[in-house]
């Protein structure tokens, strides 16, 4: 079985820097993929950014970026030039195979930024 | 399109009664998937269809809960009979077919908040 973890409960930073969320996960499987998803408060499940195991190059999204380390089994997200509206929940989660499966998540991270 | 859509919105029931969500995925997604969320379990798939047949029920918690799937465009998930610890959000998503050139992307519905007295 797959497990994820996510071991910053909270976090907090001042608009406009730099702040990365970790993640890492734990698996036998080599095809994969990992995704990191938004809930603000509205509970909306939004998708940040997704990254296929099989790609080398890290994925990113405008101002979010990851850090994919497979032999560390490691998925950081960077949201650089955070805003307010960054304010939300965000989950880590890992999809098996080639998709179209579950979606195994973390625990979650509380962000706040900071006006 | 509307999203996936789930009703009702909010639901409070008491112990013993039964309680019926309801989902429409987004059209042309034959992936259909339920979620539930606690603060104590997380996010936890319960089941998931694909063109409407059941492909992984274990994480349905035990025979009080039953989910069906008639047809392409609707599914249930029924709790009979409801109590306080099935108090918790439930959120139904949905993906296009494999190879339909998407990114697996689960679109998720808003979610379905009950609440069990």
């Known amino acids: 079985a797959q497990t994820v973890t996510q071991s910053q409960p909270e976090m907090s930073v001042q608009e406009a820097e730099t702040v990365t969320l970790s993640c890492t996960y734990d698996?036998?499987?080599?095809?994969?993929?990992l995704f990191w998803y938004k809930q603000p408060p509205s509970r909306q499940m939004i998708l940040v950014i997704r990254?296929?195991?099989?790609?080398?190059q890290n994925a990113t999204e405008n101002r979010f970026s990851v850090n994919f380390q497979k032999a560390a089994k490691s998925f950081s997200l960077k949201i650089s030039d955070s805003q307010l509206g960054d304010t939300a929940m965000y989950f880590c989660?890992?999809?098996?195979?080639?998709?179209?499966?579950?979606?195994?998540f973390g625990t979650g991270t509380r962000l706040t930024i900071i006006p | 399109d509307a999203g996936v859509i789930q009703s009702p919105r909010h639901e409070v029931t008491e112990m013993g009664q039964e309680v019926t969500l309801r989902c429409k995925p987004i059209?042309?997604?034959?992936?259909l998937f339920w979620y539930r969320q606690t603060m104590m379990r997380g996010l936890e798939l319960l089941i998931y269809?694909?063109?409407?047949?059941?492909?992984?029920d274990s994480g349905m918690p035990e025979d009080r809960f039953s989910a069906k799937m008639p047809n392409a465009s609707f599914s249930t998930l029924k709790i009979q009979p409801s109590e306080p610890r099935d108090s918790a959000v439930y959120f139904c998503?949905?993906?296009?077919?494999?190879?339909?050139?998407?990114?697996?992307?689960?679109?998720f519905g808003p979610g379905t908040r009950l609440t069990v007295l």
């Open positions: 269809f694909n063109n409407n047949v059941p492909i992984d």
């Open positions: 990254q296929e195991a099989y790609k080398q």
């Open positions: 059209s042309g997604h034959d992936y």
């Open positions: 998503a949905s993906s296009e077919p494999r190879g339909a050139g998407g990114d697996n992307e689960q679109f």
């Open positions: 989660a890992f999809m098996k195979n080639f998709g179209n499966e579950k979606l195994t």
């Open positions: 698996t036998s499987e080599n095809n994969y993929y």
